[in-house]
C-alpha cells in the first residue's frame, strides 16, 4: 500500500532527477548502515536512514522526502529487520520506524520547502529591485530617447535572463547585441495593440512602450525558460517586464517633453534675436541716413552762410555716410544670399597679399589713430577662392577689430601657409572674448555681453565671415592671442593654390 | 548773427550727427553745446543755462529715458528727444517721463529748427498767455471762444473746440492721445483712443481744406497729433 501511494507522488514528470537523488541519498545511507554493521555489529541502524531522510527532506523538498521516507522504510526493514533480505510488517517497531520517518520526512521538508522558497523569492525580489532601480536611474539619466530604448532592452534581458530587442521606427536596440527578432515580430512594431497588452508569439512576447495614448516603441523579449530547482514564478518575470516597458515610455515621453521644451525656448531665444536685429538695423540704416539728409538740408538751407570748411566738412559727411550704408547694405545682401544660398563661388587662384591690401585700404580711414600691419610667409601667398568674398570677409573681422581696439592700438594681419593651406589671422589689442563665447561671435546677431553696451553693429559681420569662408570651403576661428595680453586672433583659413 | 537766439545742448553719441548738426544749428543762431553721454548732459545742465535739451534716446551710458526723468526733477527745459528709434511706445514713453516733443530720424534740418522754434514757444507760454492762435487760414481766440477760418467763423461743437485749445496750447509740439483725453474728456476718464480719432476726423471736416491731405492738423502715427503752427504753413 505504502509503495503504490510513494509512486502515484512521482507522477510529476519535471524533476525526475530529485527523487533519483532522494533514492542515492537513502542507498548511501544504507551503505554507511552496513559498514557500521560490519564494524560495530550493531542492528540498530535506524538512526542512520532517519539521518538520510532528514537529509532528503531538507535538500531535496517534501515530494522526495517522503519518497526517501518510504525507501529508507523499505529497505531498512528488507536490510535490517528479521528476517533479513525479507519484507515483513509484524511488529509494532516496524510501523513505528515507518512512522517515525514519515513524520521527519513530513515536517522536515516543508519546513526546510518554506526556508528554500523564502530564500529563492527573497533573490527574485532583490532581482527585480536591482533591475527597476538601475532602469530608473538610467532611463532618467539618458535625455534621449534612443539611449531609453537601449537600456531598456538590456535591463529586460537582465531581469529576465534571457534576450530583448526594442523595436521603433524601422531601427532597433538589443540585448545582447546584434540580436534581431522573429520576423513575424518586427512587423508588429508599427502596429498599436489594444490597451497595450502584451502579445505572445513563439516563445517571444511583446509589449508596446506608450504614454500619452502614443506608441514609443515596440519591446520583443523572450526569457530563459526556468529550472526546476530555483521555480521563480515566471508571472513575477512578466510583471517585471511590464513595468520596466512601462517605465520606459514614461521616460521617452519625458525626454520628448524637455526636447519640446528646448526647442520652444531656442525659438524664443531666436525671436529675441530677430527684435534686437530688428532694432539694430533700423538704428544702423537711420543713422548715417540722418546723417545725410542732415547735412544735405543744411546744405541747401543755409549753404551761402557756411565757410568752404564746413561746406567741405558736410559734403564729406555725405559721402562717407553713404559709404557705411552702402557696406552696411551690402553685408546685410550677403547674409541673404548665404542663407538662400543663391551665393556662387568662383573658386580661382588669387594673391592673398592684394586682397588684404584693398582690405586695409577700405578699412584704414575709419582706423583712426589704429595701426594696421601686415605680412605674409611666402609674400606670393596663394588661395583658392573667390577674392571679392573674401575681401567682404576679411573686411569684417578687420572692421569687427578696428571697433573693439583701444586708439592708438595695432592690428595685425598675418599670412600662412600651413599643411597646404592658407591662414589669416588677424591680431588685435581690444578687450578679448572670453573663452567660452568665442565659438558663439560667429553667430549671427550675437555680441558679446561683455563688450557690446556702448558699441554699435549688427552682430551680422563675423557671422557673414564664417558663411563667406565656408562656402569657399574654409573655416574661421578664433581664440586668445595666447601671450598674456588682452586682445582676440581671427583665424580665416582658406584651401591654398600654387602661387 | 550777432545775437544767440537760444543755447542748446545736443546729447548724441553719433558722431557723424554731432558734426553735421552743430555747423548747422550755429548758422540757424543758436549757440550749441554738446555731450556724448548722460551724464555728460546732466553735468552740463547743473552748470549752464540752457533753453532746449535735444536729446538721443539711445546713449552708450544710460537710457535717454532715464535723463529726462533725471532732469525732470529739477528742471523744466524743454527736451526734444532725437532718436532711430521708430517704436511708438518708446516716444509716448518719453514724452509720459516729461519730454515736450520729438523727432524721427532721419530729418530735414528745417524740421528740426521748427521743433526747436515750437519747443521755445512752449517754454514762453508758460510764462505769458496767448490769446490769439495762428495757423494759417486758422484763427482761435481764446478769449473770445471764435474760431475762424479766412475770416469767416467757423462752428465747432464744445468737445472740437477743447480738442483745437488743447492742441493749440502746445503750438505746434505733439499732443499724446492720453493728453487729448485729459483735455477734452477729462484727467479721470478712460476713453478709447478710438474717440479721439472719429473727434479729429470731424474736426478736420471743419477746419481743414482737404480733410484727407491734412496741413494744419497732423497727425503724428501711434503717438498723438499736433497743429502746425502760425510760422510753419
Redesign the interface.
Known sequence: MAREWTFRRIAPPRGVWRYVAALAIIILSTLVAETIYRTFETDRLSMVFLAGVLVTAVTLGQGPAYFGAAAAFIIYDIYLVEPRFEFTMTSAEDFLVLIVFLAVAMLTGRLAGRVREAQSSAEARARTAGALFRASEEFSASDNEDAVRQALAERIAEAGRGQAVVLYDGRSWSAPPGLSPPEALSDLAGRPVDGGATVREAGWRLRHLRADGAVLGLAVWRLTPTDGRMADNPADDERLVDVLVDMAGAAIARSRLAEEQAEAEARARTEQLRNALL?SI??DL??????????A??LR??GD??DAE?RE??TL?IQ??AERLNRFVGNLLNMTKLESGALTIEGVSFGVAEVVGRVVQRVRRRAGARELVSHFTPDDLAALGDPILTEQALANIVENAVRFAPNGGRIDILGRRDAGRVVIDVIDQGPGVPDDELRMIFEKFYRSPATS??QQGTGLGLSITRGLVEAMGGEVSARGRGDGRPGLVVSVTLPGAQA | ?STVLAHLLLVD??Q??L???K??LA??GYAVATAETGHEAMSYLAGEACDVVILDL?L??MDGKEVISRIREWSETPILVLS????EHEKIAALDLGADDFIN??????E?LARIRAALRGRERRFSTHAVFKSGDLEVNFATRRVTLQGYEVRLTPREYDLLKALARYGGRVVTHRQLIAAVWGPATQVDAQFVRVLVAQLRQKIEEEPSAPLILLTEPGVGYRLTPEDEV
Request: aromatic share 6%; net charge negative.
Open positions: 532694432s533700423s538704428h537711420r543713422t548715417p541716413l540722418a546723417a545725410i539728409l542732415a547735412s538740408t543744411s538751407e543755409f552762410r557756411f564746413v566738412d558736410l559727411t562717407e555716410e553696451t556702448n | 548773427m553719441d553719433e557723424q550727427i558734426r553735421v548738426l555747423p548747422a548758422a540757424a539711445g552708450p551710458d532711430a528709434r521708430d517704436l530720424k532721419p530729418f530735414a534740418v528745417g528740426l
